[in-house]
């Protein structure tokens, strides 16, 4: 005899017409992302049973993955390229992406490597509405990407081994200009290739066909990180999210 369980009700359904073929999607609150084969994300806003277009951005190559966090507010995305000789699969995290003028049949974007010296990047007027690319350099191909909800940090995966970012604020030399730039603040290897990652606070899980891995990491007092001929001084602080009562640790340069 066969029972049938009803596990699921569903009040109402709303079905989203998209005019190109989706790629990927991410749900994060009320809004969700839906990445096409135009090289475009468009966001809906979900409220109500219905959803609403709210904004589109435009992206450099198709994308294969992609998450977004409402801490920090950006898009990271796991994005290819494809020649006759090979795939590759790049890391990119836009900023600015909800301050883009609708209507406009071609966003203004600024493209840039992350971690270099942006001199060139200063705070203008009018940067608001520029949609930022940061690309993020690994080594290989990226396999996937996760984020963290609660700190903004996020995990980019690249065979066995995992860096973990975050989007932090940075200044222009002497001046009082800033911007943000994504910085990697700590690469850990694994015993296998990583194949899908999971990131909360100081927690990091990370799964093959045939194992899972999750390890806690700690931060204590400070540390030094050198890059090229510069050395940069760093601390791990607690912080507190919001006007919540949660706290989490983040690395302060």
Not at 53 to 69: G, K
Not at 77 to 88: A, G, N, Y
Not at 184 to 191: D, H, K
Request: aromatic letters at 8%.
């Amino acid at each position: 005899m066969v029972r049938v369980f009803k596990c699921h009700s569903f009040a109402s359904q709303c079905v989203v017409p998209i005019e190109k073929e989706p790629l990927a999607i991410y749900a994060e609150g009320d809004k969700v992302f839906v990445a096409t084969s135009d090289c475009e994300i468009i966001v809906f806003q979900v409220r109500d049973g219905s959803s609403t277009e709210i904004q589109r951005c435009v992206t450099i190559s198709p994308v294969d993955h992609l998450i977004y966090n409402n801490f920090r507010n950006y898009i990271a995305t796991v994005e290819l390229k494809k020649s006759w000789k090979r795939v590759t699969r790049s890391v990119r995290v836009y900023l600015n992406w909800d301050n883009i003028v609708a209507g406009e049949s071609k966003a203004r974007t600024k493209v840039r490597i992350a971690g270099r010296s942006h001199v060139q990047h200063m705070s203008s007027a009018g940067a608001s509405s520029l949609l930022e690319i940061v690309e993020v350099p690994v080594d290989g191909n990226a396999t996937c990407v996760a984020v963290c909800r609660y700190t903004g940090n996020f995990a980019v995966a690249c065979g066995s081994e995992v860096k973990l970012c975050s989007v932090v604020e940075k200044t222009v030399g002497t001046s009082d200009k800033t911007y943000l730039d994504v910085e990697v603040f700590l690469e850990l290897c694994w015993s296998f290739p990583v194949l899908s990652i999971s990131l909360c606070e100081e927690f990091v899980v990370c799964c093959s066909h045939k194992e899972v891995h999750g390890i806690r990491v700690r931060y204590t007092g400070n540390f030094a990180v050198a890059c090229g001929s510069e050395v940069k001084l760093c601390s791990v602080v607690e912080k507190t999210v919001g006007t919540s009562d949660k706290t989490y640790l983040d690395v302060e340069v």
